[in-house]
């Protein structure tokens, strides 16, 4: 498992590999390794397990077990997975490219969400934004 | 759920919630326009709390479902609706939570109760009110066929992004009339702001992070992390071919403006995509001028791709 600082420089650098299912798989396997890590700093044992025949949906699950603010991401992870899907099933399809940089940026979302949430545990909750006005109002 | 929900929506109590009336005043301003100029009519709640998102929640849940009764009881006990509306996500969040709380908890009931008899107000029951969101107003208040037929400068030419932030559908058991096949809104990939934005003319791009959450932009509102979710989002609505990102919360609207500012001052990279609240969008639609709908109060500058547009 590669660490988050250089999944972070692959994703801000571009991935590059031979064709276009190569990139595809190694996008969907980034997002694997990322919520292996938040599984990791939880204490917890990454499933090897899958959830509608992904590895990554099956990681999600058991991340959000117990911390519903980690479905923020649930979605996001969908989307990944449908782009695999897309990118894997019609990988000469006009549009691939376009898919390939879309998929990029759904797993460097993935990659800053998880980031974001080993800072502030917050994360994925409601931010409310009246939150500043009253706590000046309060000071 | 079927249909009487045009007559239902005509008039409704309307929770704006303590962000409308501050950072989210062009939400709250255009939110009110668009309902003047289609005819559905809404009536503040009378004496509205603060629902207390996060600092009571924080403290005590209980306390917030208690806040988030109050209102309902409002709506419903003082001034008889049986429909109370709010445009934000985290106040339409926090009824529809207290809703799921009464209905399924007895603590909570019996916290509510204790409460609201000692501040001297009748108790609100699960059931008494619907609680919506603008969306739903609009959608089922008035429809897409209803919208096409006053509208009066098409937004065709504005290529948009749809952004519902992380709350609007989560969790799902809060949201119960969600999900429900045809003509429902869908939690995985909830499309009635795509609706109505296309029914006044608009192309809505394929946008894979709408619900994405763009990163607590207030509970991290000085975070590089924050900043770069956000600046994630703005690079994939552009990369969708977006031309603005149409938005349904003043917190994640907010946010998305903050961070696209932050993100060139801090990281040297602009992004072109204007936001607008979907209020804004639908009221240039139905040919309310830009200052109506306040889209000089968003720090987000469109003037410029409106004018092009033939919407300013
Ligand atoms: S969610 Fe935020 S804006 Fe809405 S009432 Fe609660 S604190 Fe105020
Ligand atoms: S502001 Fe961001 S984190 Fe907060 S609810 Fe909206 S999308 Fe989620």
Redesign the interface.
């Known amino acids: 498992m590669r660490s988050l600082a250089t999944i972070g420089e692959l994703l801000e650098g571009g991935i590059d590999t031979a064709t276009p299912a190569a990139t595809a798989r190694d996008l969907l396997t980034i997002g694997e390794e990322v919520l292996e890590h938040w599984l990791q700093a939880r204490g917890l044992k990454p499933t090897a397990s899958k959830a509608e025949g992904f590895r990554l949906l099956g990681l999600h699950r058991q991340g959000a077990r117990g911390d519903p603010s980690f479905n923020a991401c649930r979605e996001t992870c969908r989307e990944l997975v449908y782009h695999y899907n897309l990118v894997t099933m019609e990988p000469g399809d006009s549009a691939t490219a376009q898919r390939l940089a879309m998929m990029q940026l759904v797993a460097s979302h993935i990659y800053y969400f998880v980031s974001g949430k080993m800072q502030s545990a917050q994360l994925g909750e409601f931010c409310c934004s009246s939150r500043d006005l009253r706590l000046k109002q309060a000071s | 759920m079927t249909d009487n929900r045009t007559d239902k929506y005509k008039k409704v109590a309307y929770y704006p919630?303590?962000?409308l009336?501050?950072?989210?005043h062009a939400y709250n301003r255009s939110t009110k326009e668009v309902g003047k100029a289609l005819g559905l009519e809404l009536e503040d709640v009378k004496n509205w709390n603060?629902c207390g998102?996060?600092?009571v929640k924080n403290i005590d849940p209980k306390v917030q479902t208690y806040l988030s009764s109050r209102v309902m009881s409002q709506a419903v006990n003082e001034m008889g609706h049986s429909v109370v509306m709010a445009p934000?996500?985290?106040c339409y969040?926090?009824l529809k939570k207290a809703e799921y709380d009464l209905k399924n908890d007895e603590t909570s009931r019996q916290v509510v109760d204790r409460i609201s008899s000692k501040a001297g107000h009748k108790t609100y029951h699960a059931g008494e009110i619907e609680t919506i969101h603008a969306l739903d107003w609009i959608k089922h208040g008035i429809g897409e066929e209803g919208l096409k037929s006053r509208v009066k400068k098409s937004l065709k030419g504005m290529k948009v992004a749809n952004y519902y932030g992380?709350?609007y559908t989560?969790?799902r058991h809060i949201f119960p009339e969600k999900d429900q096949g045809a003509g429902s809104e869908s939690t995985?990939?909830p499309h009635f702001m795509d609706d109505l934005l296309a029914a006044a003319g608009a192309a809505n791009v394929d946008f894979?992070?709408?619900?994405?959450?763009c990163?607590?932009?207030?509970?991290?509102?000085d975070?590089d992390?924050?900043t770069?979710?956000v600046l994630?989002?703005l690079?994939?609505a552009e990369?969708?071919g977006a031309n603005v990102i149409a938005t349904e919360c003043?917190?994640c609207h907010?946010?998305l403006e903050m961070h696209q500012i932050r993100a060139e001052k801090k990281f040297g990279v602009k992004t072109n995509v204007k936001i607008l609240y979907f209020t804004q969008l639908l009221g240039l639609a139905l040919g309310l001028t830009p200052k109506k709908v306040g889209v000089h109060e968003n720090m987000s500058d469109s003037f410029g791709l409106l004018e092009q547009q033939g919407l300013a």
Do not use: D, Q
Request: charged share 15%.
């Open positions: 919630g303590c962000a009336e501050g950072t989210g603060c998102a996060m600092e934000c996500n985290g969040h926090n992380c709350m989560r969790p995985s990939r894979p992070l709408k619900t994405a959450c990163g607590g932009a207030h509970t991290l509102s975070s992390m924050s770069k979710l994630n989002i690079k994939a990369a969708s003043p917190t907010s946010g």
